[in-house]
């Protein structure tokens, strides 16, 4: 995935290693996982969503959380997840955490994240130029964004631009993105999980989507 490579470079070039480095990469992989229990109504609406519907968006980092919790090996990447909206300025959801408040792994991954929005297609929006987006970022530090991590993407900002493709399972196999039946993707975790993904993590998962529509 792209926004993982993104952290990882980042992080690298931070002089991140060892556990902190691996933290920071297993969260920018899991840190929207919470937005299984947000209608797809709302993920996918073009217009401009209503207050209502802003509400269910702003609780998916408390409910990635949850999940994430349920796994004792990632209770130590819970944080990341849940903070992964928050500003450097503490403008944002869902604590108004700021500067060095929010976890580093939060701060790579919020510049990450947000190269990765602009530069990619919505389904309210077309993506944005890769220069527009570097133009967005610099704009931005010392308010969205924390100024020390934006030097360090600066300085990979021509990588980032050259990678093209969405990585899924492995760096051999390459899908075109498309939605698929939520069956389908319970059926693609269960058979991948003994090597490419942690069985406590999809067991997680499916309980937790399986419960959140239980009680819709």
Not at 9 to 27: F, H, N, P, Q
Not at 86 to 93: L, M, N, P, S, V
Not at 108 to 132: E, G, K, Q
Request: net charge neutral.
């Amino acid at each position: 995935m792209r926004v993982t490579e993104y952290c990882i470079a980042m992080a690298e070039s931070m002089g991140v290693a060892g556990t902190e480095r691996k933290s920071i990469e297993l969260a920018a992989i899991l840190h929207d996982v919470g937005k299984i229990g947000v209608p797809e109504s709302i993920l996918l609406k073009k217009s401009k969503l209503t207050d209502e519907e802003f509400s269910q968006i702003k609780i998916h980092p408390i409910k990635g959380e949850s999940i994430i919790k349920q796994v004792v090996e990632l209770k130590n990447k819970a944080l990341i997840v849940r903070a992964h909206h928050e500003r450097y300025d503490g403008r944002r959801y869902p604590d108004g955490l700021a500067k060095q408040n929010i976890p580093l792994g939060v701060r790579i991954m919020s510049v990450a994240d947000s190269y990765d929005a602009m530069t990619s297609n919505r389904p309210y929006r077309m993506s944005l130029s890769h220069n527009t987006a570097v133009k967005e970022i610099v704009k931005n530090s010392g308010t969205q964004f924390d100024p020390e991590v934006v030097e360090h993407f600066l300085k990979l900002a021509d990588y980032f631009n050259s990678i093209k493709a969405v990585i899924l399972l492995s760096h051999n196999k390459c899908y075109p993105v498309r939605r698929i039946p939520v069956h389908e993707a319970f059926d693609l975790l269960c058979r991948e999980s003994d090597v490419h993904f942690n069985w406590e993590i999809v067991e997680a998962f499916i309980s937790f989507y399986t419960a959140t529509k239980m009680a819709v």
